[in-house]
């Protein structure tokens, strides 16, 4: 979005051919169902977690902008830029949990950055504060993009294909949640991230 598309710019969730992929091979992303969609808007493509648009849109965000801006959300691991190709967004970078989780905090707090810690405050028996932890939050990335992004994974009508009978599972009463997947090869490790 920061490129200038919007949730309702058009996308083709279709077979489609990246070239060689390094390896001497060409890159051909499947969607984790083997079906494909035809046309269909950045914003159901996403909620949806559809592998083909997401390559396709890291193409046109560009890999290293991508890293670039992960790296601002906390992300530690993609230190090695000409390692990562486009199958970067289906997980072909390895990244931590914890990392993971600052990222989406970043998206929860519409743009805004903290440093993550488990332990606010440490006092004496007297009650003298020892430690104390200092919140230093930093804009990482304008406001009007994580709206974008929290609007898209917070809306169950459009997670619905994707869950179709767990969708129950996905709603609160009362409570927005955004929530997004994540699936290895084969079905095997599936995430789901989710944050208020």
């Not at 200038?4 to 992929?21: K, L, S, W």
């Not at 989780?101 to 707090?109: E, F, K, R």
């Not at 990335?141 to 997670?159: E, G, K």
């Amino acid at each position: 979005f920061t490129k200038g598309f919007e949730p309702e710019t058009r996308i083709y969730d279709v077979p489609i051919n990246f070239e060689p992929d390094g390896s001497g091979s060409d890159y051909i992303p499947n969607n984790y169902d083997g079906k494909f969609r035809g046309l269909l808007t950045m914003r159901e493509a996403l909620a949806q977690s559809l592998n083909i648009p997401a390559v396709s849109t890291l193409y046109l965000a560009g890999v290293s902008d991508t890293i670039t801006l992960a790296k601002a959300m906390g992300i530690t691991t993609l230190t090695e830029r000409s390692r990562y190709g486009l199958s970067l967004v289906l997980g072909g970078g390895e990244v931590k949990l914890v990392d993971m989780v600052g990222a989406y905090s970043v998206l929860a707090q519409e743009g805004v950055k903290r440093a993550q810690t488990f332990i606010l405050k440490i006092t004496d028996n007297r009650g003298q504060t020892l430690e104390e932890y200092l919140d230093q939050p930093m804009q990482v990335v304008d406001a009007q993009y994580p709206r974008l992004i929290n609007s898209i994974l917070s809306d169950p009508d459009l997670r619905a294909p994707l869950f179709q009978s767990s969708l129950n599972l996905t709603v609160f009463p009362n409570q927005d949640v955004a929530l997004k997947t994540g699936t290895t090869n084969d079905y095997h490790d599936p995430w789901a991230m989710g944050y208020t």
